[in-house]
């Protein structure tokens, strides 16, 4: 909002980003008028806005200092170039978050081999409705411990909803947020329908506030996972779910 703020008339911004080492470092520049070079010292000071006598741009002046206590907060730094007279670029460097998959190798080494069944009885299908194809590629490579396991997959609620009825899984994972409707609908709508009413469908969600479980539980769902998803508790659930000795 700054870089729009104090840019010119037909102006541009521009946003950037890019690995620096180990780190994420996002820019965004400018073309306003710049930081003169001994005013630079005062920019992140709270409530000292430079030149607020003059041009009328609301502001409290404390968005950069919070905006940099919060980057440090996460182990990085936020800081900034500028030339009078030709605009500025701030940037926020901050560590480089773990994706889902290099998570689950690196805990692979402390599952262990043999942790878990190494491979399931074939015939297994299980869909998974979710727009994340990051935590998509996860589960793909945690369902391969299993050996053969057919996995559906559905960005939208709408689409999940059909695969369900026709390919009849025997779980379905269920992200709560999806792009055309909420997973807490495509649940409803799951149950209320026969042909999948009675299909084990398990909750994915990042919201874990009070409560959340037991009202997914009340609503029909067969077990509640907070994400990002901890590779063990994924397992333990496929095993019992899926692979688990049945009794006779």
């Not at 269920?174 to 999948?196: F, K, Q, S, Y």
């Amino acid at each position: 909002s700054n870089a729009i703020k104090y840019n010119r008339d037909g102006g541009a911004v521009t946003v950037t980003a890019e690995a620096v080492g180990a780190d994420v470092r996002i820019t965004i520049s400018d073309t306003g008028r710049g930081i003169r070079p001994e005013e630079m010292v005062r920019l992140f000071t709270p409530f000292d806005r430079l030149g607020a006598e003059a041009d009328g741009i609301e502001g409290t002046g404390v968005g950069l200092a919070l905006s940099r206590a919060l980057a440090s907060a996460m182990g990085g730094t936020l800081d900034v170039e500028s030339t009078f007279g030709q605009g500025s670029s701030f940037w926020v460097q901050v560590p480089a978050a773990e994706g889902p998959i290099e998570r689950y190798e690196r805990l692979q080494s402390d599952l262990g081999e043999n942790d878990g069944p190494a491979e399931g009885p074939a015939g297994h299908r299980i869909l998974y409705i979710e727009d994340n194809l990051s935590n998509l590629r996860l589960v793909e490579r945690v369902l391969s411990r299993f050996g053969q396991v057919e996995l559906l997959s559905a960005m939208q609620g709408r689409l999940g909803l059909e695969l369900a009825r026709e390919a009849l899984p025997e779980l379905i994972l269920l992200d709560r947020h999806l792009p055309d409707m909420n997973g807490d609908e495509v649940l409803r709508h799951l149950r209320e329908d026969p042909a999948t009413a009675s299909i084990p469908v398990v909750m994915l969600s990042a919201d874990a506030t009070p409560g959340q479980a037991e009202r997914l539980l009340a609503a029909g769902a067969d077990a509640f996972l907070t994400k990002p998803l901890e590779v063990g508790e994924l397992l333990e659930l496929l095993t019992e779910k899926l692979f688990a000795p049945t009794s006779g």
